[in-house]
């Protein structure tokens, strides 16, 4: 059981390029997450999906986008990439929650150092 | 929007001994969720412990328990005989009880622990 599953690690860009970043799951999680790490600064949230697809704006979501279009994968684009999204990115899933099952803990992907010189 | 503080960017402590990191949010919600995530150098996020709003009971997990004071808002994590393997960064997070259970992550506290 692979849990959550981040590709590419590790991926240098420079201004201006595109990509796209993927994330799977195997645990037929309903929700997905990503996140930016930065130094000094917490997890913080760019998109997010409640569903197959669906998709909805996070803390930071400018100059990223995402898709949905299959349950397991929540892929995040970056259409031209920017210095100051050099970062760790980091997908997580969780099982959907009602009123009641809340507590359900988010499961993170190893994360994606991305540089962008 | 909620907020989560964590006023301890770097903490220390000696094998064996026990260590405590805080963590203050910021909310209007009664029902909601507080969580301790580890991020050891590997980088992964691992859960160390949960706790729901509406138990008055502490959370604990083996060596490691939480003080939760709903009244100030305050989440602290208290690590009890402390191991070389407790060395990370720790972050506090903050989930409220809507649609997409979004975390809201303080900005961590690095955890040294000293043979």
């Known amino acids: 059981n692979a849990g959550v599953t981040q590709t590419p690690k590790f991926r240098v860009l420079k201004t201006g390029q595109s990509m796209t970043l993927l994330c799977a799951q195997d645990m037929n999680h309903e929700y997905m997450y990503w996140y930016r790490q930065d130094p000094g600064m917490g997890l913080r949230l760019i998109h997010y999906s409640v569903g197959e697809g669906t998709t909805a704006k996070g803390e930071v979501p400018d100059g990223y986008n995402v898709s949905r279009l299959k349950k397991q994968n929540f892929l995040l684009g970056l259409e031209s990439a920017a210095p100051s999204q050099t970062s760790v990115y980091f997908c997580?899933?969780?099982?959907?929650?009602?009123w009641g099952g809340g507590n359900q803990p988010q499961h993170f992907g190893d994360g994606t150092r991305l540089s962008i010189l | 929007a909620q907020t989560v503080t964590q006023s301890q960017p770097e903490m220390s402590v000696q094998e064996a001994e026990t260590v405590t990191l805080s963590c203050t949010y910021d909310?209007?919600?009664?029902?909601?969720?507080l969580f301790w995530y580890k991020q050891p150098p590997s980088r992964q996020m691992i859960l160390v412990i949960r706790q729901e709003a509406y138990k008055q009971q502490n959370a604990t997990e083996n060596r490691f328990s939480v003080n939760f004071q709903k009244a100030a808002k305050s989440f602290s994590l208290k690590i009890s005989d402390s191991q070389l393997g407790d060395a990370a960064m720790y972050f506090c997070?903050?989930?409220?009880?809507?649609?997409?259970?979004?975390?809201?992550f303080g900005e961590g506290t690095q955890l040294t622990v000293n043979p």
């Open positions: 909310t209007s919600e009664s029902d909601y969720y």
């Open positions: 997580a899933s969780s099982l959907e929650t009602g």
């Open positions: 997070a903050y989930m409220e009880e809507t649609s997409g259970s979004r975390l809201t």
